[in-house]
């Protein structure tokens, strides 16, 4: 449905309060938070569920779909800009639309977003941050960049001192398939076989657990997915070649129900999460982002972040309705306040 189908402005100078028809009723006043998506099909199909906008419509937000055929600055206006598409032109777009209409939220910046779509630098904010406190330590696993030349991986690899098995992971994140085809290396024979560019990424054995921690604003929520299992040095031993698999959170059903041992099914300390939470989404400039975290196997508080992913698959999440929809009417209400 269009914007102006959906609301009847009563335009007083202002555009904090408005006429909104909510779920086929009568018009309410209520302040309205529009925000304008440009999101892939998949991206629609899997977050613009019918219980979000429904929820989204009762509580005054209205999604409306941009036009890419459109220029940006003619459509709205938005107090919100949700997007994720990739490609320098779109990013060129967003940036040019911010510097024009700094009144306008975009969730998030393109710059940003950017940064962790390189597996090379996506953790080094993780790193340099080194957090350390009585709930835990939080680190990331040792990695190498290799940009080309698979004959020269296994002679970078022992220089490097890194100890197998590895992972493997495509150097950039782009939305597609491969981007997340992951493959893991038990032999240094084998590590020829890898295609440039990529990340190897030492394998920390975690007891096959793998904690998924969403991040919306300051809201957070944690589930445990089932992950590669733990590699012995007798599997070592026995096992030869290059494993593909589609990433580490590779198993699709949730482990949270799942008769796990207490060891490894603990959630992380939540202060801990806070604080990690907090850090990052002031380092990243991010708000819409999870963190793929791991507890190391036989330890109660090592924790590694092995990928942090920009506007994940929130569908996955556990009320992700309330709490997003209650993430934009925080933004919405942030702005009221600076205007009034």
């Known amino acids: 449905m269009r914007l102006m189908e959906e609301i009847a402005r009563q335009k007083d100078g202002d555009r904090d309060e408005e006429v909104v028809s909510i779920g086929g009723g009568l018009p309410q006043h209520v302040k309205v938070v529009i925000v304008g998506y440009a999101l892939t099909s998949k991206k629609i199909k899997s977050f613009l569920?019918?219980?979000?906008?429904?929820?989204?419509?009762?509580?005054?937000?209205?999604?409306?779909?941009?036009?890419?055929?459109?220029?940006l600055s003619d459509q709205g206006p938005f107090d919100i800009v949700l997007h994720k598409l990739s490609g320098k032109e779109w990013g060129q777009i967003l940036e040019d639309y911010r510097q024009m209409h700094p009144e306008v939220?975009?969730?998030?910046?393109?710059?940003?977003?950017?940064?962790?779509?390189?597996?090379?630098?996506?953790?080094?904010?993780?790193?340099?941050?080194?957090?350390?406190?009585?709930?835990?330590?939080?680190?990331?696993?040792?990695?190498?960049?290799i940009k080309n030349d698979p004959s020269s991986i296994p002679d970078a690899v022992s220089k490097a001192g890194l100890t197998l098995p590895l992972v493997a992971k495509?150097?950039?994140?782009?939305?597609?398939?491969?981007?997340?085809?992951?493959?893991?290396?038990?032999?240094?024979?084998?590590?020829?076989?890898?295609?440039?560019?990529?990340?190897?990424?030492?394998?920390?054995?975690?007891?096959?657990?793998?904690f998924k921690v969403y991040i919306v604003g300051e809201a957070i929520k944690v589930v445990r997915r089932f992950s590669l299992p733990d590699v012995s040095k007798r599997e070592m031993s026995k096992n030869a070649g290059v494993f593909r698999f589609p990433r580490v959170s590779c198993a699709a059903a949730s482990a949270d129900d799942a008769?796990?041992?207490?060891?490894?099914?603990?959630?992380?300390?939540?202060?801990?999460?806070?604080?990690?939470?907090?850090?990052?989404?002031?380092?990243?400039?991010?708000?819409?982002?999870?963190?793929?975290?791991?507890?190391?196997?036989?330890?109660?508080?090592?924790?590694?972040?092995?990928?942090?992913n920009y506007f994940p698959g929130y569908g996955k999440m556990p009320?992700?309705?309330?709490?997003?929809?209650?993430?934009l009417l925080s933004l919405g209400q942030s702005k009221c306040k600076k205007r009034c």
């Open 319 to 327: 009320e992700y309705e309330h709490i997003f929809t209650d993430f």
């Open 170 to 210: 495509p150097l950039l994140v782009d939305g597609s398939a491969k981007s997340h085809q992951h493959s893991l290396a038990y032999d240094q024979y084998s590590l020829q076989k890898l295609e440039p560019p990529l990340v190897l990424q030492e394998f920390v054995n975690h007891g096959g657990v793998l």
């Open 259 to 308: 008769d796990l041992d207490p060891c490894v099914a603990e959630l992380p300390p939540r202060p801990l999460l806070e604080r990690l939470a907090r850090e990052l989404r002031r380092r990243l400039g991010l708000r819409l982002f999870n963190l793929d975290i791991i507890r190391e196997h036989g330890t109660r508080d090592r924790f590694y972040v092995i990928d942090i």
């Open 49 to 71: 569920q019918p219980k979000l906008e429904g929820l989204a419509r009762n509580k005054g937000i209205l999604f409306v779909a941009i036009d890419q055929s459109r220029p």
């Open 105 to 145: 939220t975009v969730l998030d910046p393109p710059d940003a977003i950017q940064h962790v779509h390189n597996r090379q630098y996506m953790l080094q904010d993780v790193a340099d941050l080194n957090l350390s406190d009585a709930f835990g330590k939080v680190g990331v696993p040792r990695q190498l960049v």
